[in-house]
């Protein structure tokens, strides 16, 4: 990994962190190492390109639980666990928050590098996706009043002349506010505003 990724691990085993801590640096990897959950979320800061990789049985917070606390910190963070023991329902409820894989031990290395390539790969397209994103609402608050109407009535489909009527403006205006809206959405068709305007609402509705 050439790009120095940063690999989070907790793990409450000093010789599972240590023999991780080996794996990770071997491949390029940065290392920060956490004995327990707790102490890894109060000084976790998000990062680019970096992913989670930790134990399931670990005293105090089990790594279910810190899936799901981690996912009110930084909902983008890709997160792989390792087991000895991993039950069907526990993988299941793990995969379906968005955990990358479940290692179960012993792993190999081969393995663990492929789940961590793939977790930092998932981190960073998530956070360009919400880059994005945020930047696409930037241009959405740009838009007058007026223009919010127009676009409401274009991404429904409607032709020119139905939204004309209902907005009880002339072609010409609406001809003016249409450029106005994809100069200032920076699209350069209907079709590419209606695409990212459905892309944004289905991120605020949770259905992407």
Do not use: W
């Given at each position: 990994?050439?790009?120095?990724?940063?690999?989070?691990?907790?793990?409450?085993?000093?010789?599972?962190?240590?023999?991780?801590?080996?794996?990770?640096?071997?491949?390029?990897?940065?290392?920060?190492?956490?004995?327990?959950?707790?102490?890894?979320?109060?000084?976790?800061?998000?990062?680019?390109?970096?992913?989670?990789?930790?134990?399931?049985?670990?005293?105090?917070?089990?790594?279910?639980?810190l899936?799901?606390?981690?996912?009110?910190?930084?909902?983008?963070?890709?997160?792989?666990?390792?087991?000895?023991?991993?039950?069907?329902?526990?993988?299941?409820?793990?995969?379906?928050?968005?955990?990358?894989?479940?290692?179960?031990?012993?792993?190999?290395?081969?393995?663990?590098?492929?789940?961590?390539?793939?977790?930092c790969?998932?981190?960073?397209?998530?956070?360009?996706e919400?880059?994005?994103?945020?930047?696409?609402?930037?241009?959405?608050?740009?838009?007058?009043?007026?223009?919010?109407?127009?676009?409401?009535?274009?991404?429904?489909?409607?032709?020119?002349?139905?939204?004309?009527?209902?907005?009880?403006?002339?072609?010409?205006?609406l001809?003016?506010?249409?450029?106005?809206?994809?100069?200032?959405?920076?699209?350069?068709?209907?079709?590419?505003?209606?695409?990212?305007?459905?892309?944004?609402?289905?991120?605020?509705?949770?259905?992407?």
């Amino acid at each position: 990994m050439s790009d120095r990724a940063l690999v989070y691990v907790i793990d409450d085993d000093a010789q599972v962190r240590t023999s991780l801590q080996v794996i990770l640096e071997a491949n390029n990897c940065r290392v920060s190492l956490h004995s327990n959950a707790e102490d890894f979320l109060t000084t976790y800061t998000a990062q680019p390109g970096c992913c989670v990789i930790t134990d399931l049985n670990m005293p105090g917070m089990t790594g279910v639980e810190l899936q799901r606390a981690l996912a009110g910190l930084d909902k983008e963070v890709a997160v792989i666990a390792i087991s000895g023991v991993a039950d069907v329902p526990t993988t299941v409820q793990l995969m379906e928050r968005g955990a990358v894989t479940v290692l179960e031990k012993p792993y190999s290395p081969a393995d663990l590098i492929a789940a961590v390539r793939k977790g930092c790969a998932r981190t960073a397209e998530r956070r360009k996706e919400r880059r994005e994103l945020t930047e696409i609402q930037k241009r959405m608050d740009s838009l007058t009043e007026e223009e919010r109407e127009v676009l409401a009535e274009i991404v429904r489909g409607k032709t020119s002349k139905v939204i004309g009527m209902s907005l009880h403006i002339s072609s010409r205006t609406l001809d003016r506010r249409r450029h106005s809206i994809l100069e200032k959405m920076q699209v350069s068709s209907v079709a590419e505003l209606a695409s990212i305007v459905e892309r944004l609402n289905q991120v605020r509705t949770g259905t992407a």
